[in-house]
């Protein structure tokens, strides 16, 4: 496992229209409070902060990272993953292609990609993706455009041909059916509103770690 996923992630993915109209910097706080490992800034849809106000919103998600020596990482936005010195960037696969954003950043930052398939985790790889996010395993309300629930087969499937490649698991994960995430061989968990729309999103992220630990068999 790379040292990047040494352990398994509790990845928190958030931007201002997943906190049900919480105060996004203290739902992020609470979540580094709780002990996630990897957080990703995603700023999405129609109300999406843009221009000044989401730089001034990245850096303060990357300042409150560093207290917790948490990884922050952009999707999508590359000037604003550059233009904040983040340590990653993640894209999709309609988003900049991989090779293109892994020649702009460099060796050194995180590059993550979301996969759906064999084919796409393989080109990840040769694009030189540090990891992979593979979705949706569970059924989703978040992404508008998601596939269908695909369950973890998958990622069983990219870790058999490339146990290298740390795969973390999104769509719908909760910390009831983290484990079976974990036990078919992903390195993580990616999570929206199960973190971001939590009563007590400290306590949340500490029933993921537990449950995740009770999955661990692997
Ligand atoms: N990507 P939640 S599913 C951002 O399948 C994202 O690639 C997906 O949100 C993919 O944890 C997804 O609330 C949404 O289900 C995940």
Request: charged share 20%; net charge neutral; hydrophobic share 45%.
């Amino acid at each position: 496992m790379s040292k990047l996923f040494d352990k398994p992630s509790i990845y928190f993915i958030m931007g201002t229209q997943n906190t049900a109209g919480r105060e996004p910097l203290m739902v992020l706080e609470q979540a580094l409070a709780g002990g996630i490992n990897h957080f990703q800034l995603r700023e999405k849809g129609s109300d999406a902060l843009t221009g000044d106000a989401l730089m001034k919103f990245a850096i303060e998600c990357k300042w409150l990272c560093r207290q917790y020596d948490v990884p922050f990482i952009v999707n999508d936005h590359i000037e604003l993953a550059q233009a904040v010195d983040a340590d990653g960037i993640h894209v999709g696969q309609q988003d900049a292609a991989a090779t293109k954003v892994r020649r702009i950043i460099g060796a050194d930052k995180i590059l993550g990609v979301s996969v759906h398939s064999l084919t796409e985790a393989k080109n990840a790889i040769d694009s030189g993706a540090d990891y992979v996010g593979m979705g949706p395993v569970f059924n989703t309300q978040t992404k508008e455009d998601a596939k269908s629930p695909a369950g973890v087969s998958g990622i069983a499937a990219v870790k058999k041909l490339h146990p290298e490649l740390p795969v973390i698991g999104i769509g719908g994960i909760t910390p009831d059916n983290a484990a079976r995430v974990w036990s078919a061989g992903a390195d993580g968990v990616a999570v929206i509103s199960s973190i971001a729309q939590a009563e007590n999103i400290a306590s949340q992220v500490i029933r993921f770690k537990t449950n995740l630990k009770a999955g661990a068999g692997k």
